[in-house]
Structures are given as structure tokens and as C-alpha cells.
């Protein structure tokens, strides 16, 4: 049983490397001071709305400010953000 788990660890470590080094990692990188800025204040100031709404917010503010990428960047950027910002909140 641990043997399965440490496998199935070690292969989605081995998918984040690989999605971190493509074109959408390297541009998700390039993202990521705004998107973190931005969820974070998303999250301290609009805590009573949905996460959809939340997201769409994010979305629209960080396509403002760093327009041109793909939109699954900005997605990823996001949910990478919410991602660290709970983190960090203990969430």
C-alpha cells in the first residue's frame, strides 16, 4: 500500500515539474506577484461572496493589469494563488 502511494506521489510530483517547465508554467510565473496580490486581497475584503465570484473578480483585475496570455493562465495563476494564500491562512 505505501509503496502505491509513494509511486502515485512521485509521479504527480513528476507532472507539476513537467507543467511548471511548459510554456503555460513559465507564463503562470510570470503571473504569479500579481495573482497572489490579488486573491489575497480578494480574500480580505470580499469575504461573503462565492468563490465563483471571487475568481471572476480575480480574472478580470489580473487580464486588466497583465492583458495577452492564455486564458488557462490566468486560470492556473489563480488557482495556484488560492492555492498559497490558503496556505498561508491555515485554510
Do not use: C
Not at 503562470?28 to 480574500?43: M, N, T
Amino acid at each position: 500500500m505505501f509503496n502505491r502511494i509513494r509511486k502515485w506521489l512521485w509521479k504527480a510530483g513528476e507532472f507539476f515539474l513537467m507543467v511548471a517547465t511548459s510554456a503555460i508554467g513559465k507564463s503562470v510565473e510570470e503571473l504569479k506577484d500579481i495573482a497572489v496580490e490579488v486573491v489575497q486581497e480578494i480574500e480580505r475584503t470580499e469575504g461573503d461572496i462565492s468563490g465563483e465570484e471571487k475568481f471572476q473578480i480575480a480574472y478580470d483585475i489580473i487580464t486588466d493589469r497583465a492583458p495577452g496570455y492564455a486564458k488557462s493562465v490566468y486560470n492556473l495563476a489563480i488557482e495556484s494563488a488560492v492555492a498559497i494564500v490558503k496556505d498561508r491562512l491555515g485554510a
